[in-house]
């Protein structure tokens, strides 16, 4: 963990929830507004030890974090996700809907539990954590959400229907609950990374993929973490919403 000069701390007093925070894109995310002085709410569905480890580490470089589990495609442990949150830190200013999977094959071969899976964690968990989480930020007037999508939800991947169309809708909601939260001081917006290096590509065949990336490596998961935390402590970030920022090597070029 970086021991930033305060000047930089703009997230002093502020409270972030980050989905699926107990690795790889999360994790870097949650360390991230932590060094920026946020206290962070680590969400995780199954990997109690990885939360509780991150949670230990931000503690020890003197921030304020604590775990709380929860599946974030189920209405009531969204609810009570975010009771626990409010309960201890009594605010909520940022909210990260990072929590995702993946159940990959072609679409002949796709079973409706696959793609019902990958919806219900990657689109409806999004719009649950929002839907729980503004009604917060609404009465405090101010407000951060990032949805994080993927390239795959702009420009399709083969063997990722359920993933692509998840990611694709999240990129629809950002723009809708964008426009719906303006005039309340809450900004809305997505962040699309191409191949990040975590738990979720290690068993991609890099070389299959590295030709598609201009930048011709994998990002790192810090590399994603800058842009979310820009995009909610940098005050100059403050005019930006509903729009989607891609982190990916140049991968999609609008
Ligand atoms: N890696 C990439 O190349 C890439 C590219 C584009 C977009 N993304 C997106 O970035 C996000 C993070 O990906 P990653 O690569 O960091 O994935 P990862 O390493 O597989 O980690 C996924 C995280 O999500 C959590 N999670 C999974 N299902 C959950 C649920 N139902 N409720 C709450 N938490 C849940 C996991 O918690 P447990 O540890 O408890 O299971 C874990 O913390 C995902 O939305 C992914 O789609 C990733």
């Given at each position: 963990m970086r021991n930033l000069p305060e000047s930089l701390?703009?997230?002093?007093g502020k409270v972030a929830i980050v989905t699926?925070?107990?690795?790889g894109i999360g994790r870097a995310i949650a360390r991230e507004l932590s060094e920026y002085g946020a206290s962070v709410a680590i969400n995780y569905s199954s990997s109690s030890t990885a939360a509780e480890k991150i949670v230990a580490e931000i503690t020890q470089a003197g921030g304020n974090a604590i775990a709380v589990s929860a599946d974030v495609s189920k209405v009531e442990q969204v609810e009570a996700l975010v009771n626990k949150v409010m309960e201890k830190f009594?605010?909520?200013d940022i909210l990260v809907n990072n929590a995702g999977i993946t159940r990959d094959t072609l679409l002949l071969r796709m079973k409706p539990e696959d793609w019902q899976a990958v919806i219900d964690t990657n689109l409806t968990g999004v719009f649950l954590c929002t839907r729980a989480a503004s009604k917060i930020m609404l009465k405090q007037r101010w407000g951060r959400i990032i949805n994080i999508s993927s390239v795959a939800g702009q420009m399709g991947n083969p063997g990722q229907a359920n993933y692509s169309a998840a990611k694709a809708g999240v990129i629809g909601f950002t723009k809708t609950v964008a426009k719906e939260l303006a005039s309340r001081g809450i900004t809305v917006n997505a962040v699309a990374p191409g191949f990040i290096a975590t738990d979720m590509t290690s068993s991609l065949n890099a070389e299959d993929i590295l030709k598609y990336i201009p930048l011709g490596r994998y990002g790192q998961p810090e590399e994603v973490a800058g842009m979310v935390r820009f995009l909610v402590?940098?005050?100059?970030?403050?005019?930006?919403?509903g729009q989607v920022f891609n982190v990916d090597g140049g991968m999609v070029m609008a």
């Open positions: 701390r703009t997230l002093q699926g925070a107990s690795r009594n605010r909520i402590a940098d005050p100059a970030a403050a005019y930006i919403t």
